[in-house]
């Protein structure tokens, strides 16, 4: 079983940054591939980074490519998700996610939300 807590959400104006974290537990990461998605209201869930826990390869969506950084934490077991530049349509609630493959991930945490004020 993994259990994958976030915090780090919050209210900023837009044009400012937040930094969200991911603290991952309960086995072990080698082969993982640890995802942040996001879903705003009325809309579906959607990908917005990757990154592969062994090689730290990294994936991100379109939309936030040059503004949004996730990075890991191997000996803390952490993701991180460093958004910068942000943009009112980046409102949404940002889940970690984990599992073997991109975009496709076997386990949630609860979310957190984030909200950029124009």
């Known amino acids: 079983q993994v259990q994958l807590v976030e915090s780090g959400g919050g209210l900023v104006q837009a044009g400012g940054s937040l930094r969200l974290s991911c603290a991952a537990s309960?086995?072990?990461?080698?082969?993982?591939?640890m995802d942040w998605f996001r879903q705003a209201p009325g809309k579906e869930r959607e990908f917005v980074a990757a990154?592969?826990?062994?090689?730290?390869?990294?994936y991100y969506a379109d939309s936030v490519k040059g503004r949004f950084t996730i990075s890991r934490d191997n000996a803390k077991n952490t993701v991180y998700l460093q958004m910068n530049s942000l943009k009112p349509e980046d409102t949404a609630v940002y889940y970690c996610?984990?599992?073997?493959?991109?975009?496709?991930?076997?386990?949630w945490g609860q979310g957190t939300q984030v909200t950029v004020s124009s």
């Open positions: 996610a984990a599992g073997s493959y991109v975009y496709s991930p076997n386990y």
């Open positions: 990154i592969r826990w062994s090689s730290g390869t990294t």
């Open positions: 309960g086995r072990a990461f080698t082969n993982t591939v």
